[in-house]
């Protein structure tokens, strides 16, 4: 693999957060490792995507870590990220490794509009332990239940497929 721009090394810190208001929010990646960090403008379905992919992983290589407690979402953006970070750029590709060896989950960061820089080399790459990648993809799923409506009856965020209500006899409203 070609050399990143950006070595993070093993994260200390690894958040997700929306600013604005739902239906027009913006999704960022927040990354620390020790005193460098990283902001990371992100399209909500990438960061969806890569909140599933942690999920999945993990429910088969460690499930334990997986069901390990829920994250309760605090409002707004996260307060004691620098406000000048190092690094700040668009997310393009976005690759998520697993190296079950070390018990760690790579992410090899492109950025947006660069394409032959992406071709070349990945602008930022940094490592994370199991437990800050759930931490991470339960943080996902909370930011992204958080913009959409919820059901009148039992509180279940509404997508685009029907939904079952289990306070409403199985009707589909
Ligand atoms: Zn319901």
Redesign the pocket.
């Known amino acids: 693999m070609a050399e990143a721009q950006y070595d993070f090394g093993l994260a200390t810190h690894l958040d997700a957060d929306a600013l604005g208001e739902p239906g027009h929010r913006t999704f960022r990646l927040l990354v620390r490792s020790g005193s460098s960090s990283a902001l990371l403008w992100i399209e909500k379905q990438q960061l969806i995507a890569l909140g599933l992919a942690i999920e999945q992983v993990l429910a088969q290589v460690a499930p334990q870590e997986a069901q390990r407690g829920e994250f309760t979402l605090s409002t707004g953006p996260i307060s004691d990220f620098p406000l000048n970070p190092q690094v700040e750029f668009r997310v393009g590709q976005l690759q998520l490794g697993h190296d079950a060896v070390n018990q760690q989950f790579q992410l090899i960061v492109g950025e947006s509009e660069d394409e032959e820089r992406e071709a070349r080399q990945p602008r930022l790459t940094v490592r994370t332990r199991y437990r800050l990648a759930n931490r991470l993809s339960k943080q996902i799923a909370a930011l992204a239940a958080a913009g959409r409506p919820r ?1 009148p ?2 509180g ?1 965020p509404l997508g685009p497929e029907p ?1 079952h ?4 006899n199985g009707h589909v409203h």
Request: hydrophobic letters at 35%.
């Open positions: 059901c009856l039992c279940e939904h209500c289990a306070l409403s």
